[in-house]
Every structure is written in C-alpha cells, then in structure tokens.
C-alpha cells in the first residue's frame, strides 16, 4: 500500500516537473522569437535608410529617423528591476504573453532592499503572472485581451498588482475565489496566499466579469 502511495506522490512531482520545463520552454521560444524580430525589422530599416543617404534624400531620411523613433517608444524596453532573479521571471512571462497577442502594460519601482526572498518572491509573482494569464486565454481570440502589472511601495510595504482581462467564471468561497473551469487556479491563489501569511502581509482579490484583480501587501518591516 505504502509502495503505491509513494509512487504516486512520485509520478505527481514527475508530471510538476514536465509541466513546469515545458512551461519555461515555451517562455524562452517566445523570448528569441521576439528578438528574431526585432533583428529582422532592424536590418530593414538599415537598408532604407542607407538607400536615402546614398540617395541624398536628407529630408526623407530624417522624417523616417523621426518615424522610427515613435515606434521604438512604442516597443516595451526589457525590464530591469535591480532584483535578477524578479528580472528574469518579469521578462519571461512578458514575452511569452506578448507572443500571444495579448496588451501588456507594466511598472516596477523596487526599493534598494527587500526582506522578501528571492524565491519567495518569483513564486508569489510566478502563480499571479500564470493565473492573470490563464484568465486572458479563456477569451475568444479577437477579444480586448489584457494584462496589468504594477509593483512599488506603499507606505514601508511592498505592494504587487496584477490585473487581466477573462472569461472565466469565478466562484467566491469566504474571502477566496476558486475557477469554475480551471482548478489548478485555486493551487495558485493558495499559494499566493500561503507567502503573503507568512510575511504578515494583505491579499486582495477584486472580480467582475470582464475582469481580475488582485493586489498583495507585503510589510517590509517588523
């Protein structure tokens, strides 16, 4: 009987395991699709504006300087927090949901030290990044889909919001919600709520049927 247990809680963390190789796969895939990107659009804009100065269409070349200006500031800049290990999971996910057409707005302003993990952190910013994705997935393509990241401080307290668009139905239970659709969600929020107790912070979560809202208070003191 013992055997057949522990083969299961071993075939469970097998599968974790795949889920989550796969999961950092498809980040990367999407992460060097992007850069194939921009490289393919940058040689471009080179060769026309090598063409006009060769030309000595001055006016033209500048106009298309002035254009191509407009567009990089419009291209979201690769995001850099002070915190690598932040960093890297902000990067991966943005990359991948931008890959998936999906509008993305993000600011990050960290403090100079944080008492929060590393770990603890990437975890807790990993499960509402997966779960604000997933709500935006469960949208029909063609949809206003979403996804708003803003990460700061709120008098001497880390604050972390993560807004998404969906089409999920969700089920509040006391103070949690829980997915109709997709179980694994509640995991998350668990999760979620699990870090936040045990750094004796606040977690919010706001929905209605277009939106999800959920905001995380972490003291950084005490």
Known sequence: MFEGIHRRIAERKLGSRHALMETHYEEVQAMYQ?????RHDFKNHLQVMKAQLDMGEY?????YILKL????AR???VIETGN???DAILNSKIAMVRARGIDVNV???LPAKLSVADYDLCVLLGNLLDN????CESQK???DRFLRIYIGMLKEQLYLSVANSHDIKMKKEGSRYRSTKAPDRGLGMLSIDSIAARYHGYVNRQSDESAFVTEVLLPLKG
């Open 75 to 77: 291209v979201s800049k």
């Open 59 to 63: 006016q033209e070349l500048s106009e």
């Open 132 to 135: 604000a994705i997933e709500g």
């Open 34 to 38: 992007q850069m194939r990107t921009w």
């Open 107 to 109: 600011k990050v302003v």
């Open 69 to 72: 200006d407009e567009e990089l």
């Open 84 to 86: 690598l290990a932040l």
């Open 141 to 143: 393509e063609g949809e």
